[in-house]
């Protein structure tokens, strides 16, 4: 068990799926939550649900903008941070070469990739003063190149701009561990598994609530790791 008698996250995405669904895991088990979400509604109905140990951010992670206001909010609350997870995230729709525009591939990697490249680099020093921090971005075996490359996905029904980002975030998450191994933090791209939410895939077999149960379980089992791992909690590795 790595984590210290009472540690803190901070989880985008929140708002619904599997980033509330984590928020209400983490939150039950005593742990400091940080959820980030859009709407202030969305800030306040998490909020009432445990008072004293949640403090929402509201913010967009498609602008800049975003550091700013997660910095500041950690500052109010948190003198470290010990689990960043990175898990906003919206499925892309076009299959077909005619059809993709840049525009779509835009705003899926204004979210996937940099949305979590701005989450983290806003946590970071808060990160760094924890004791054994964490990464996790919520990533996708639909990420996989080998997997991609092996047609596995072949069928025609996974949009490029969803395979491009998480692909582009898995790489993300590989630099990052390069980086940081040295300041003991451990980085982990997991696919969550094939859950019932706005953005799963037809065939989803997983409840939001059990995807979060399973990764909660997971993720207290697992040792520091200078090494980026890319993961299904409680399956196995993924090839990248
Ligand atoms: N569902 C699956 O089967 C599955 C499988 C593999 C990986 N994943 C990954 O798991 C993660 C969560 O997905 P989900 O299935 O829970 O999806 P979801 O129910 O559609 O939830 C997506 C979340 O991302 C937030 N979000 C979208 N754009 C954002 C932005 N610009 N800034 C901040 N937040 C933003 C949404 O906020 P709003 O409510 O404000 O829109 C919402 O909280 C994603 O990264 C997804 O790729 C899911």
């Not at 400091?32 to 967009?60: M, N, S, Y």
């Not at 995807?211 to 791992?229: G, I, M, N, V």
Request: some cysteine; charged content about 15%.
């Amino acid at each position: 068990m790595p984590f210290p008698s009472n540690p803190s996250v901070l989880i985008t995405g929140a708002s619904r799926g599997l980033g509330e669904a984590l928020c209400q895991v983490f939150a039950d088990n005593g742990w400091q939550t940080f959820p980030l979400v859009r709407h202030a509604a969305d800030a306040e109905r998490l909020k009432a649900r445990h008072p004293l140990t949640c403090a929402p951010i509201v913010t967009d992670l498609s602008g800049d903008d975003a550091k700013a206001t997660i910095s500041a909010a950690l500052a109010a609350h948190a003198s470290a941070l010990d689990v960043l997870i990175n898990c906003a995230g919206f499925a892309g729709s076009a299959t077909l070469l005619s059809e993709v525009t840049s525009a779509e591939i835009d705003s899926l990697f204004q979210v996937h990739c940099l949305g979590a490249l701005r989450a983290t680099q806003a946590a970071m020093p808060w990160l760094l003063r924890a004791g054994q921090p964490f990464v996790v971005n919520i990533s996708s075996r639909l990420g996989s190149l080998s997997k991609n490359a092996s047609g596995e996905f072949a069928d025609g029904s996974f949009s490029y701009a969803y395979r491009m980002a998480k692909a582009a975030q898995n790489m993300f998450s590989v630099c990052l561990a390069q980086e940081f191994a040295a300041s003991g933090l451990s980085v982990f791209s997991v696919h969550p598994g094939r859950i019932q939410t706005r953005s799963g895939a037809a065939g989803a077999d997983l409840s939001a609530p059990a995807a979060a149960e399973r990764f909660y379980r997971w993720l207290q089992k697992q040792p520091p790791s200078p090494q980026c791992r890319y993961v299904e909690p409680e399956v196995g590795e993924l090839p990248w």
